[in-house]
Nanobody, 124 residues
Framework: QVQLVESGGGLVQPGGSLKLSCAAS????????MAWFRQVPGKEREFVAA????????HYANSVKGRFTISRDSAENTMSLQMDTLKPEDTATYYC?????????????????WGQGTRVTVSS
């Protein structure tokens, strides 16, 4: 049984930082593509960042490029999202996701496994 568990969400002021983590268990995920998505009520789930091609490539949504950094520790089966210079529009529930192959995908439908989400609120 594959499980993804996010942590690290919370309340932060604009301009602040948070680091999200995703712990994976149930099998080896080495080399498989993983991503972060986010969602606000009433809107579709939105791609944020991905790490793929055996962890040598990353891709970011334009809205977070230069502010967020995705990384992965394959030995620990964890993935992280360092979020800096946070803005109120970053407020959302953040989800980690895992594909069954190593290639980049931007659509949520391309990911098979999902975590339960962690809430991030950026507000003064």
């Amino acid at each position: 049984q594959v499980q993804l568990v996010e942590s690290g969400g919370g309340l932060v002021q604009p301009g602040g930082s948070l680091k999200l983590s995703c712990a994976a268990s149930g099998r080896s995920f080495s080399g498989l593509a993983m991503a972060w998505f986010r969602q606000v009520p009433g809107k579709e789930r939105e791609f944020v960042a991905a790490i793929y091609l055996n962890n040598v490539a990353t891709h970011y949504a334009n809205s977070v490029k230069g502010r967020f950094t995705i990384s992965r520790d394959s030995a620990e089966n964890t993935m992280s999202l360092q979020m800096d210079t946070l803005k109120p529009e970053d407020t959302a529930t953040y989800y980690c996701a895992l594909r069954k192959n190593k290639w980049l995908a931007l659509s949520p439908s391309e990911y098979t496994y999902w975590g339960q989400g962690t809430r991030v609120t950026v507000s003064s």
